[in-house]
């Protein structure tokens, strides 16, 4: 794997960049590129460079990137791979009816199903679609966790949804993209958030709109909660404000809670998130600390590395950071600490997302917010 980073946001710099690194290094034959909402280039621009590129191109738009120990809203950050992945896309995230979703994910995992070598998952997937806990749970069913999954959501932080995920026939939006990369992996995941409240029954929801607990109005529950533990007081202007130190987590047996990010609220006052909240589940309020949340990628990275030695002797050529861009709203200038804890004797790579996409183990594979997740990755095997 060979990585570079350009802060430029000249469309016409990644062609450079494309360029010189297959003039650099022949034997690459296919690119991961993590690119900043910011840099605002003009789709018909990217998608002649994607169409155009000998090398296939894989990756996403996201609000900020991570290169070595330092955060970036401009620029992009190219991975260039000594393999050509099969990949595929799921369309159409935002549909209520979820069968198409399944349809598409049932024909990718039998067309895979006779590949064979070390393999790794990438997913990238438009953090404003409002499926995207269907797609997860449709992906798990048809490719259990015999492979590792590392991915994240991409999108703006202006919660427009628009085209963010890359593929080598140009930006999408409303969808995920799969990538079958030949490479081996150890993951870690965690988040240091901690519940404030009693667990409460989601007793109304429809795809990423919460709209009871306990039998009322969800906002209603959620804002006596929140103003009595943090002395503040909401109105029409300031939900996104308080609700980032304050999000949702769902109780996972023998897992990590997994965090739901409130979004926004809308013109009915349901509370709408990134990524779906399943009708029945149970949910506690939850808080952090900067200090927690620093402590819980430290862990991420650290449980990466155990993970890492159980599949391969030799080292890892990357480590790829999939953080969450409410984290960095959190921890504000602290999101340095942050970074530097995630420590690795390979270039450590990634994205602000809206939302991450990780196996725990050997037993959930979830769309989480608010969370860290570190990968180290190998094209490498052991074989």
């Not at 109304?204 to 919460?210: A, D, K, L, P, W």
């Amino acid at each position: 794997m060979k990585v570079c980073f350009e802060p430029s946001t000249d469309v016409n710099q990644l062609k450079d960049s494309i360029d010189s690194l297959l003039t650099q290094d022949p034997s690459l034959e296919s690119f991961v590129l993590l690119s900043c909402d910011a840099n605002h280039w003009p789709i018909d621009e990217v998608d002649s460079i994607l169409k155009a590129s000998k090398a296939p191109i894989f990756g996403g738009v996201f609000p900020q990137i991570i290169y070595e120990q330092s955060h970036h809203e401009r620029g992009f950050i190219l991975i260039g791979l000594h393999h050509v992945p099969v990949w595929q896309m799921v369309d159409g995230l935002s549909q209520s009816e979820s069968k198409g979703i399944d349809m598409q994910v049932e024909t990718l995992s039998s067309a895979w199903e006779a590949l064979a070598g070390d393999v790794t998952l990438f997913v990238v997937v438009d953090g404003l679609a409002k499926s995207i806990a269907k797609l997860i749970e449709s992906l798990f069913f048809n490719f259990g966790l015999v492979h590792n999954f590392i991915g994240g959501g991409a999108g703006s932080l202006s919660f427009e949804q628009k085209p963010c995920v890359i593929t080598p026939d140009g930006i999408k939006k409303d969808c995920a993209l799969i990538v079958r990369l030949q490479a081996l992996s150890g993951l870690g995941v965690s988040h240091g958030w901690q519940p404030i409240s009693e667990p409460m029954k989601v007793t109304h929801s429809e795809q990423n709109r919460v709209i009871s607990l306990d039998w009322k109005p969800a906002f209603q529950q959620y804002r006596q909660i929140v103003e009595a533990h943090s002395g503040l007081v909401f109105n029409d202007q300031n939900f996104f404000d308080i609700a980032k130190s304050y999000p949702f987590g769902i109780s996972k047996l023998d897992a990590e809670m997994v965090v739901r990010d409130p979004l926004m609220l809308n013109d009915v006052q349901d509370i709408v998130c990134v990524g779906d909240v399943p009708q029945d589940v149970f949910v506690k309020v939850l808080t952090g600390t900067k200090e927690s949340l620093i402590a819980a990628a430290r862990d991420a990275s650290n449980k990466a590395k155990v993970s890492y030695e159980h599949v391969s002797e030799k080292p890892p050529e990357l480590t790829l950071f999939i953080d969450c861009i409410s984290r960095v709203l959190f921890l504000g200038k602290s999101i340095d600490d942050e970074l530097n804890v995630v420590t690795s004797e390979t270039p450590v790579v990634g994205a602000l997302t809206l939302g991450e996409i990780a196996n725990t183990g050997q037993d959930y594979l979830e769309f989480y917010n608010k969370t860290a997740v570190v990968c180290l990755l190998s094209e490498q095997s052991d074989a």
